[in-house]
């Protein structure tokens, strides 16, 4: 299991790297899809089934494509060879390394003083397997209801609908061509 | 070891617990079994293409008044497919100059192993299915959707404009066909309560086919045209434009997206079969005879039998239906599927919620009529909305407005100025 | 299904999440092209589900918490995608660049 987990996560991380260093930018959306897939295999390690496949949906088959179209549509200036960063990636790179550090030191320095049980951070009724199993394979349902039920997450979830609905709208207007225009 | 016992596992599918029982579930044979199962599906799968093509060549054929292929392998041509397989494999590979190497190359594979990986949840008999995973559904629509990356991939990778146009117009109709597949699916999981495919095929004391006819109508209209067939082969109508996004390709390259695009019509005939038809379910059969439970042998010969008869359904319709064209493609997907099947899905989710507990036949009844409602009230949209189509360019042949005239010429002039 | 969970710790995820998000980072500070940004941008975002579902198995799971935040997360993700690369094809039509450097009309 071990073994799965350091693969897929290097997986991920390589990947990610590609994303942020490679120079055709085509070939950096391929990786970012390459490190989602990664991530969706860390959720399924979490057995978070639903949440994976959400993942494989949303992301490789909809936002990637939709940055893979993006950079299409705005290819002209991939072919250039000059430098894709900008002035400022040495620093960007010293606060990127140093952010890492920090969150590293604060996960190690908190997990040293935590006891080292797999179950010490559980919610005590969680700890029986039986339990477990059956509220891990429950919970889409569990988790359709509390979309849906007042005292959950009703408003957060027609809030997003309402933004989505928002979003769309307002992707269409600002991205197609302007008609008066052309037309006058 | 004992024969006899080997052959009752056998004759109730139960092959891997038998193999279970005798070496123990350590961890190895686990994994072994686990290694066998994906190679016996995946070369199912594959394998079985063969017998796709050859029957489709046939059956079309016939439809045209033809023979069809009737030289190699006997008076029925049934090596046919062997020799074409073999003649692509003998082709040499190529990687066209200026293509993206690694985007070229990756689709092919890509395509094939997204066709295989939906074949990983379809439960082709009590109890002999891959994974019962609880998101099913929810799983094959994800993997479906990942094919259409590779559609890109071909289309960029191949350097050449008319095989990305192709891949963008691949991808608009794909990912368009998406949406009313999405939501007509939705209507058996309400119905079924659940998402995995052991719980739908469970839940069909009546196949859901006489449920919700309209639902079945609108997947089965969105599945031929997600796995590009005709009538929706528009992208790559070879007898109009060549190919679409696998201009470029030659050889057994190519032969992957044709073998990628045999798997997946046969999976999405599986998929209909199992989740409006009942699976590998004896429905009426156990209906008259209360307390009959399909056994499994006789289960895999039912799921055979409804999934080529599906297949069936989807090479008649290509052998009769004219191509469509892109814009009418669209307009049935926006203007007729997308609406109808959310209305659907408002009236079943309400519906349900009064008759689940009803009887079957009053459930099914209810959800009947209020399918026939929803399909006729739809029809008569359309046809006032083709009346008042119809009457607008009637009164402007008639009697034509003062002022510059805006034909097709004119304006595709201005798109094409932008 | 409960293996894994037990033989990896939790910090383990945390230190994968991390390390995503400071590539993200360094993406978004140091790329030029805006299409690049926003492929960081999402990468970031990624980072941060993993941490929700993290906590959310090691935590609490059986309460869909950590999941339903996730899918939120999920949406906004998406709108945020939809709308920036609407703004990002609308600027290469007026100015014809995608480096956001170049676009710095509000400086002068």
């Given at each position: 299991?071990?073994?799965?987990?350091?693969?897929?996560?290097?997986?991920?991380?390589?990947?990610?790297?590609?994303?942020?260093?490679?120079?055709?930018?085509?070939?950096?959306?391929?990786?970012?899809?390459?490190?989602?897939?990664?991530?969706?295999?860390?959720?399924?390690?979490?057995?978070?089934?639903?949440?994976?496949?959400?993942?494989?949906?949303?992301?490789?088959?909809?936002?990637?494509?939709?940055?893979?179209?993006?950079?299409?549509?705005?290819?002209?200036?991939?072919?250039?060879?000059?430098?894709?960063?900008?002035?400022?990636?040495?620093?960007?790179?010293?606060?990127?390394?140093?952010?890492?550090?920090?969150?590293?030191?604060?996960?190690?320095?908190?997990?040293?003083?935590?006891?080292t049980d797999p179950n010490a951070f559980m919610a005590p009724s969680a700890i029986n397997d039986a339990v477990l199993y059956d509220a891990l394979s429950n919970m889409v349902i569990s988790l359709g209801e509390s979309f849906v039920s007042a005292e959950q997450y009703v408003l957060?979830?027609?809030?997003?609908?309402?933004?989505?609905?928002?979003?769309?709208?307002?992707?269409?207007?600002?991205?197609?061509?302007?008609?008066?225009?052309?037309?006058? | 070891?004992?024969?006899?016992?080997?052959?009752?596992?056998?004759?109730?599918?139960?092959?891997?617990?038998?193999?279970?029982?005798?070496?123990?579930?350590?961890?190895?044979?686990?994994?072994?079994?686990?290694?066998?199962?994906?190679?016996?599906?995946?070369?199912?799968?594959?394998?079985?293409?063969?017998?796709?093509?050859?029957?489709?060549?046939?059956?079309?054929?016939?439809?045209?008044?033809?023979?069809?292929?009737?030289?190699?392998?006997?008076?029925?041509?049934?090596?046919?497919?062997?020799?074409?397989?073999?003649?692509?494999?003998?082709?040499?590979?190529?990687?066209?100059?200026?293509?993206?190497?690694?985007?070229?190359?990756?689709?092919?594979?890509?395509?094939?192993?997204?066709?295989?990986?939906?074949?990983?949840?379809?439960?082709?008999?009590?109890?002999?299915?891959?994974?019962?995973?609880?998101?099913?559904?929810?799983?094959?629509?994800?993997?479906?959707?990942?094919?259409?990356?590779?559609?890109?991939?071909?289309?960029?990778?191949?350097?050449?404009?008319?095989?990305?146009?192709?891949?963008?117009?691949?991808?608009?109709?794909?990912?368009?066909?998406?949406?009313?597949?999405?939501?007509?699916?939705?209507?058996?999981?309400?119905?079924?309560?659940?998402?995995?495919?052991?719980?739908?095929?469970?839940?069909?004391?009546?196949?859901?086919?006489?449920?919700?006819?309209?639902?079945?109508?609108?997947?089965?209209?969105?599945?031929?045209?997600?796995?590009?067939?005709?009538?929706?082969?528009?992208?790559?109508?070879?007898?109009?434009?060549?190919?679409?996004?696998?201009?470029?390709?030659?050889?057994?390259?190519?032969?992957?997206?044709?073998?990628?695009?045999?798997?997946?019509?046969?999976?999405?005939?599986?998929?209909?079969?199992?989740?409006?038809?009942?699976?590998?379910?004896?429905?009426?059969?156990?209906?008259?005879?209360?307390?009959?439970?399909?056994?499994?042998?006789?289960?895999?010969?039912?799921?055979?039998?409804?999934?080529?008869?599906?297949?069936?359904?989807?090479?008649?319709?290509?052998?009769?239906?004219?191509?469509?064209?892109?814009?009418?493609?669209?307009?049935?997907?926006?203007?007729?599927?997308?609406?109808?099947?959310?209305?659907?899905?408002?009236?079943?989710?309400?519906?349900?919620?009064?008759?689940?507990?009803?009887?079957?036949?009053?459930?099914?009844?209810?959800?009947?009529?209020?399918?026939?409602?929803?399909?006729?009230?739809?029809?008569?949209?359309?046809?006032?909305?083709?009346?008042?189509?119809?009457?607008?360019?009637?009164?402007?042949?008639?009697?034509?407005?003062?002022?510059?005239?805006?034909?097709?010429?004119?304006?595709?002039?201005?798109?094409?100025?932008? | 299904?409960?293996?894994?969970?037990?033989?990896?710790?939790?910090?383990?995820?945390?230190?994968?999440?991390?390390?995503?998000?400071?590539?993200?980072?360094?993406?978004?500070?140091?790329?030029?092209?805006?299409?690049?940004?926003?492929?960081?941008?999402?990468?970031?975002?990624?980072?941060?589900?993993?941490?929700?579902?993290?906590?959310?198995?090691?935590?609490?799971?059986?309460?869909?918490?950590?999941?339903?935040?996730?899918?939120?997360?999920?949406?906004?993700?998406?709108?945020?995608?939809?709308?920036?690369?609407?703004?990002?094809?609308?600027?290469?039509?007026?100015?014809?660049?995608?480096?956001?450097?170049?676009?710095?009309?509000?400086?002068?």
């Amino acid at each position: 299991m071990q073994i799965i987990f350091i693969i897929v996560s290097a997986v991920t991380l390589l990947s990610g790297i590609m994303v942020v260093t490679n120079r055709n930018l085509f070939h950096a959306a391929l990786y970012m899809m390459l490190s989602f897939l990664g991530v969706a295999g860390l959720y399924v390690l979490l057995d978070a089934g639903f949440m994976a496949a959400a993942q494989l949906l949303v992301y490789i088959g909809a936002i990637s494509i939709l940055v893979i179209f993006a950079i299409m549509m705005t290819r002209r200036l991939m072919q250039t060879t000059e430098t894709p960063y900008n002035s400022q990636w040495v620093w960007s790179g010293i606060a990127s390394v140093s952010v890492f550090a920090l969150i590293v030191l604060v996960i190690t320095q908190v997990t040293a003083v935590l006891p080292t049980d797999p179950n010490a951070f559980m919610a005590p009724s969680a700890i029986n397997d039986a339990v477990l199993y059956d509220a891990l394979s429950n919970m889409v349902i569990s988790l359709g209801e509390s979309f849906v039920s007042a005292e959950q997450y009703v408003l957060p979830f027609i809030l997003s609908s309402v933004l989505l609905l928002v979003a769309l709208v307002g992707a269409i207007i600002v991205a197609r061509p302007d008609v008066e225009e052309n037309e006058s | 070891m004992n024969l006899g016992e080997l052959l009752n596992s056998l004759l109730n599918l139960q092959l891997f617990e038998y193999i279970r029982s005798v070496y123990g579930s350590t961890p190895t044979v686990e994994l072994l079994l686990d290694v066998a199962g994906v190679v016996v599906v995946s070369t199912f799968a594959l394998l079985i293409v063969i017998l796709l093509i050859w029957l489709e060549r046939k059956i079309i054929a016939r439809m045209q008044d033809r023979i069809g292929p009737n030289r190699v392998g006997g008076r029925y041509g049934l090596l046919q497919t062997v020799a074409d397989v073999l003649k692509l494999l003998t082709k040499e590979m190529i990687t066209p100059s200026g293509a993206d190497w690694l985007a070229y190359n990756l689709a092919p594979f890509l395509i094939v192993m997204t066709a295989l990986m939906m074949w990983a949840v379809m439960p082709f008999a009590p109890g002999l299915i891959g994974v019962d995973l609880n998101v099913a559904v929810f799983y094959v629509l994800s993997i479906s959707s990942v094919s259409v990356v590779s559609l890109l991939l071909a289309g960029w990778g191949s350097n050449n404009k008319y095989a990305l146009l192709g891949a963008f117009r691949s991808v608009a109709q794909l990912v368009s066909y998406e949406v009313p597949m999405v939501i007509s699916l939705i209507v058996p999981i309400i119905l079924a309560r659940t998402m995995s495919m052991e719980g739908i095929v469970q839940a069909q004391t009546l196949p859901f086919v006489l449920m919700v006819p309209l639902a079945a109508f609108v997947f089965f209209v969105s599945a031929v045209a997600e796995t590009g067939r005709t009538p929706f082969d528009l992208l790559e109508a070879e007898s109009e434009i060549v190919a679409g996004f696998h201009v470029e390709y030659g050889g057994m390259k190519f032969g992957m997206f044709f073998l990628a695009e045999f798997v997946s019509t046969l999976f999405m005939a599986g998929f209909f079969s199992t989740v409006f038809l009942g699976g590998y379910r004896l429905v009426f059969f156990e209906l008259i005879f209360t307390g009959f439970v399909t056994p499994p042998l006789i289960g895999l010969v039912v799921f055979f039998i409804k999934m080529f008869l599906m297949y069936f359904v989807f090479v008649w319709l290509r052998a009769t239906l004219p191509r469509v064209r892109i814009d009418q493609m669209l307009d049935l997907n926006w203007k007729f599927f997308v609406p109808v099947s959310l209305a659907l899905v408002l009236a079943v989710a309400v519906l349900d919620q009064f008759v689940a507990d009803a009887g079957l036949l009053v459930r099914t009844g209810v959800h009947l009529v209020s399918n026939v409602v929803i399909f006729f009230l739809s029809l008569e949209v359309l046809r006032r909305f083709a009346q008042r189509q119809r009457y607008i360019t009637e009164e402007i042949a008639i009697a034509p407005k003062p002022g510059p005239v805006f034909d097709g010429t004119a304006g595709a002039s201005a798109t094409a100025h932008d | 299904m409960i293996e894994a969970v037990s033989q990896i710790p939790l910090s383990w995820f945390l230190i994968v999440a991390a390390a995503l998000f400071s590539i993200g980072l360094y993406g978004v500070l140091a790329r030029r092209n805006a299409v690049a940004m926003l492929m960081s941008v999402e990468l970031m975002l990624n980072a941060v589900n993993i941490n929700l579902i993290a906590f959310w198995r090691y935590i609490d799971p059986l309460q869909p918490t950590g999941v339903a935040w996730a899918i939120f997360v999920l949406t906004v993700a998406a709108a945020e995608a939809a709308v920036g690369l609407a703004l990002i094809i609308s600027i290469y039509r007026q100015r014809d660049s995608v480096i956001a450097e170049e676009l710095d009309v509000l400086k002068y």
